[in-house]
């Protein structure tokens, strides 16, 4: 059934008429057009379709947009600020912690919801908290290091997450 | 020869389109022709037209662009390539545009695989690079009034080295002006001591975009009026359409069918809508018979095995075998195996005014243009392919099928569209990594020295079969290529990741620790007494060294394990140290380290990437990957039942790269992987004493290895 369904989107007021029941992904991809937030097995089993609602890192392909009614989304475009890189975006960069880039956004999403939870994670909670996020390429090694930077930074300069 | 021909008019055209559009600057071709013979040098190179092959120019404003037939798909040629340009022709790197996968201004290539581009893409390049500043350094000398031999360049700016102020920038040389130059004798490319931009780690030049998300893929093109397509999938592979009513499908006055033969679609303005509108169509499929299945496969294969080809001989069997005090004999099999890239097969098609544009994820971009004018019975000139980022390859992007499929549909709704598949499909339409057997009898006399080696390799092709140890009686042969055979395999294969250089390694790796271990010989001391390649001999010690290797006997109960191979021109030797859950067959990998001589390093960092990369992806088939089958259906869907490398997996890993800039920069994204199963079945050997013979090497395989090894004991 059509809907009108609003909600925050990177810090804006946005208002979508869908089907409720459609899944969020496809929403953000098709009907607003952000394509950073991408589609890789559509069973919430990859994690390349992460984004953040209210702060939780959640597999957009698996909600339906009617569940994000008046939530907070977060996508990977909404994490550079003025035209700077967040923390974690500096560091993925920097370490060189991706390849061919298409899991990128959803590692970043997700690391993202990891420390806002867990702002100073072990090695051992960034990797259980990214178990669930699927790299082909191999970066696993640097996302690991990557994630640790930023945090590190974040707690250096008190900065947002 | 038709084809032949087209191609050359391909080239021709762009060549003549892109002086065009071009306009003014300073413009090299090159060509492979100028290429040295080299070792694994590919038969394809044979196949491209010999009047040029890639592009740069400097521009007016100063920028400087290379045009190439390769794409970026994760393996970081998009700032390697740059750096070798930057370097010969003295410019910033930051100056360097890269237009990568244009069929419209890129002239042809073969294709982005087989850890080429560096090797031999780079090669002309660089020397296409020397020569644009030998053109421009002799327009500054007239320029300037000072011969040739005082000027310096330094980031694109010409001076006299007596007098710095006297200076002119190559962006004031070709301003208003169209150069075509060529030099001979040509100059040479600078020495190894003189480099100053390769050998560095620059920022990815991909980075900034992935990072944000504003990288484009195939997916994320959107064009007015384009529409999302679902296709009619059959069960099986072989199923022929029996009977299809789409009439459900009516409902939804948005969704669009077509059909075309068993070629049935749903086409929609939005992609999830388009699924759901084709989960209402009802099809009956007559599905063949087809017995083959994991039980069967192999018996199957080694009856349709063709003749084969000797890859390498040398020495008398005969008289091997008669100088051999004990005999192994090892039969090595390789289960099939998905690419899996994290981005699914994906096109977007337009046709506007009588020409085709399309955006794929594609490693042969050029072949998609082929493909979509035979498809769509075009010319080839009226098909123009733009290469986004292709989100991870692996050899699984070389076929392009989802292209052709989005093309025909563009032509039959008359509006752009785009198909991307599902991961059901891209698990169904994969061209796997085959099914593959490796058969070995090697002996060893009463000194512990191997004296003879006979090889049989079944449908992995020859990659990794080349013996390079030094036996003085052997015979390798390959019976069949990766790509199979008519009749061979229920569905497509193709080349995944160093195509069958992972078996091959495995296969012959595990039977040289057999020897070792027969002849109570540590491992790695086996290894280098039967070698007499320097760089092979140097990254096993290297690696040995690193690891803190001790020498015992296998097996010695640590669970470490070595292997070592030569690929893609580079040498590397891999050592792995697993733990092994006996009750459940569950191997952890706790450490890898990896030395790698890749010859001329362009840029360490990216090269690291690619060794950890490799090292990583060849977790999963070492261990766990294998596509479940029954004839043609692939039990298969998603990444529940299949299982990839992940972050929990991650052992401790150690990557060394050996400098070795006198023999030139060699494959470097390839070769990494294929010692990772060899490494890991020793290492298990050695921590349990029981030899694993198939890849993945699964808990319930080493599990059965285990009961079999404690039979044999008791």
Partial sequence: MMEPVEFFLNGKPVKVTADGKRKLLWVLRTDLGLTGTKYGCGEGMCGACTVLVDGKAVRSCQIPVSEARGKKILTIEGLA????????????????????????????????????????????????????????????????QAIGIAAAELKKTGGRT | ????????????????????????????????????AQEGRPRAAAEV??????????????????????????????????????????????????????????????????????????????????????????????????????????????????????????????RGRKIEKRLSPKPPVKSAAALSIIGKSPLRKDGIEKVTGKALYAGDIRLPGMLYAKILRPPAHGARLKQVDVSPVKSNPEAQVVREGDFVAVLHSQPDAAEKALSMIKAQWDVPLDHRNPATIYDHLLKVAPEGDIVSQGGDMGKGEMEASTIH??????????????????????????????????QRPFAAKEEVAQALSLSVDKVHVVSPFVGGGFGGKSPNRQVVEAARLAKLTGKPVQVQWSRAEEFFYDT??????????????????????????????????????????????????????????????????????????????????????????DPLQFRLKHLDDPRLLKVLKAAAEKFGWKGLPLPSGRGQGIACAVDAGARVATIAEVEVDKESGKVRVLRLVHAQDMGLVINPEGARMQMEGGLTMGLGYALMEEVRFDGGR????????YE????????????????????????????????????????????TGARLFDLPMSPERVKKALAKAFQMKS
Avoid at chain 1, 92 to 112: K, S
Avoid at chain 1, 127 to 133: G, K, P, R, S, V
Avoid at chain 2, 671 to 680: K, M, N, R, W
């Fill in chain 1, 81 to 144: 600020r003025n035209g700077k890189l967040h923390p974690l975006q500096k560091a993925f960069l920097e370490r060189g912690a991706f390849q061919c880039g298409y899991c990128t956004p959803g590692m970043i999403v997700n690391a993202y919801g990891l420390l806002l939870d867990n702002p100073e994670p072990t090695e051992k909670e960034i990797i259980e908290a990214m178990d669930d996020n699927l790299c082909r390429c191999g970066a696993h090694v640097r996302i690991v």
């Fill in chain 2, 1 to 36: 020869m038709k084809e032949q021909n087209d191609r050359k008019d391909v080239a021709r055209l762009s060549r003549r389109e892109f002086l065009k559009a071009a306009g003014g600057g300073l413009i090299v071709l090159f060509s492979w022709q100028s290429l040295p």
């Fill in chain 2, 49 to 174: 037209p010999d009047n040029f092959n890639a592009f740069l120019s400097i521009q007016a404003d100063g920028r400087v662009k290379l045009f190439t037939g390769k794409i970026e798909m994760g393996q970081g040629i998009v700032t390697s390539l740059a750096q070798m340009l930057a370097e010969e022709l003295e410019v910033e790197l930051e100056a360097i545009d890269m237009v990568m996968g244009d069929t419209d201004l890129c002239p042809f290539d073969n294709g982005t695989f087989g850890s080429l581009s560096t090797r031999f893409f780079g090669v002309p390049m660089r020397q296409a690079a020397a020569e644009a500043r030998g053109v421009l350094l002799q327009m500054a000398a007239a320029r300037l009034g000072v011969p040739a031999e005082q000027l310096i360049v330094k980031s694109g700016t010409v001076m006299d080295k007596e007098n710095t102020g006297h200076r002119v920038t190559y962006a004031d040389m070709v």
């Fill in chain 2, 329 to 362: 004999e090892g039969t090595y099999y390789d289960h099939y195996m998905a690419h899996a890239p994290v981005e699914p097969h994906t096109a977007t098609v337009r046709i506007a005014g009588g020409r085709v544009t399309v955006w794929p994820s594609s």
């Fill in chain 2, 432 to 521: 796997f990594r085959p099914a593959a057997i490796v058969k070995i009898r090697s002996g060893t006399d009463g000194r512990g020295k191997a004296v003879f080696w006979d090889y049989d390799a079944y449908f992995c092709g020859p990659r990794g079969a080349e013996q390079f140890y030094t036996i003085p009686n052997h015979r390798e042969v390959s019976r069949g290529p990766y790509n199979g055979v008519p009749g061979a395999h229920p569905f497509g294969t193709g080349p995944w990741r160093a195509p069958g250089a992972n078996i091959n390694a495995f296969a012959r790796e595990s039977q040289l620790d057999s020897m070792a271990a027969k002849a109570g010989v």
């Fill in chain 2, 634 to 641: 692939i039990l298969d869907v998603n990444f529940d039942t």
């Fill in chain 2, 644 to 687: 990839i490398p992940r972050f929990s997996w991650l052992p401790r890993i150690d990557t060394i790269l050996i400098d070795n800039p006198d023999v030139g920069a060699q494959g470097g994204g390839e070769p990494p992987i294929i010692c990772v199963g060899a490494s890991i079945g020793n290492a298990i050997f050695d921590r």
